[in-house]
């Protein structure tokens, strides 16, 4: 895939295909190790190990964000923060997981068609179908909390399962966005544009909003 690193990213960034139409020309880049590799020639970054370390980092400066001005932000916000209180085990997870649900309600974007879920016997199809940009929570038809698979979906297709936690499909979806030179979905720009700026430390420009987010996280 180095190789053709030159080849890949020239058609990519003029072409501008659909997702499908790179499956078919380069299936090898839709892997786990690949995207991170991919990700890693365009930025000189490792993907997960970057994502990690700033979750570290800003994890529980966003909760601590999140509580303090939770009145704002109505009942979703409450939601989100009241299932972090109930949660009894494995809490670093659930608070990164927090951190991630919270970060679109707090910069004001649309979740609705991004965080979706369904019941392990549900049909996958008719949930992701409308799905442009997604991350897609299965569980058991009795366990409405823990998944047993979380998927990332781009165009209407699951591109890539069996991802241990939300996290994780949220790191994949990060760097196949960038490394395909896909817009950010209007729903969750702003959330994705925090994470290019503040996680990533990517690109010297950023909107307002998410200067103003990286200013008190830096309080």
Not at 51 to 70: E, T
């Amino acid at each position: 895939m180095e190789l053709t690193f030159s080849l890949r990213r020239k058609e990519i960034v003029e072409g501008q295909p659909m997702v499908s139409e790179v499956q078919e020309r380069w299936p090898a880049l839709f892997s786990c190790e690949q995207i991170s590799q991919e990700f890693c020639r365009i930025t000189s970054k490792d993907l997960l190990e970057s994502f990690r370390g700033s979750l570290d980092i800003y994890v529980p400066r966003l909760l601590r964000l999140y509580r303090a001005r939770k009145g704002a932000f109505g009942q979703k916000m409450e939601d989100v923060l009241d299932a972090l209180d109930e949660k009894t085990s494995d809490i670093l997870t659930h608070r990164k997981t927090t951190a991630l649900r919270g970060l679109p309600i707090f910069v004001r974007d649309d979740t609705s068609k991004f965080f979706l879920q369904c019941s392990a016997s549900d049909t996958e199809e008719q949930v992701i179908r409308d799905a442009t940009v997604a991350i897609l929570s299965v569980h058991e038809d009795d366990d409405a909390l823990n998944a047993v698979n979380v998927a990332v979906v781009l165009e209407g297709a699951i591109i890539l399962q069996d991802l241990p936690d939300l996290c994780t499909a949220f790191a994949y979806l990060f760097g196949l966005l960038y490394t395909m030179n896909i817009d950010y979905p209007k729903e969750m720009f702003y959330t994705f544009e925090a994470v290019q700026c503040i996680f990533f430390d990517l690109g010297s420009r950023c909107s307002q909003r998410i200067r103003l987010l990286r200013t008190k996280l830096q309080l």
